[in-house]
């Protein structure tokens, strides 16, 4: 279970995240300082835990411009990796650097696109007599229900049966 400090000390580390980097050691195929592999981060962060199925969960939320493959796995693995103590805050700067480094990659599951925003799209185009603007307004009390009826019980489901995300925090205890 989390600690009185856990998600507070996560928080700590997920800031660094935040602005624009480099995150070529972050996905495959990009090569340092390419510009192509610079992305911004707006919002990274581990909400409050909660209980359930007998585990505790905490959503993490993410949210950037655009990312890569791998990219948030990768953030959150190497993140797990700092919060453990296996390494420290200094290889996240060198990850954004010349230096080709292995970054630890988290499980899959529970990887969850929940939002898609359009708001340069509804700034310039949206109310103009002829276009609505998109989003998810007026759906949200639905979005919500169908995330916790289907999406987060299978996720939790899973992770009961299979142990991917356990898996990770045991080997990242050693």
Known sequence: RCGPDTI???????????????????????????????????????????????????????????????????????GVAIIRGHTGLATMEEAWGINRIDVPRAPGLGLLLDTVHFDKYNKRFAGDGMREALDWVGQEDAVERFKEDFVFSDIMETEVAEKDLESLLQTATR
């Open 8 to 78: 507070a000390n996560v928080n700590e580390v997920f800031k660094h995240y935040l602005g624009v980097h480099y995150f070529h050691n972050y996905t495959s195929g990009k090569l340092p300082l390419e510009p192509s592999s610079q992305r911004y981060i707006m919002k990274f962060e581990a909400g409050a835990p909660f209980e359930r199925n007998g585990l505790e969960w905490s959503v993490i939320t993410v949210k950037g411009q655009s990312f890569m493959l791998h990219q948030i796995r990768k953030m959150i693995g190497l």
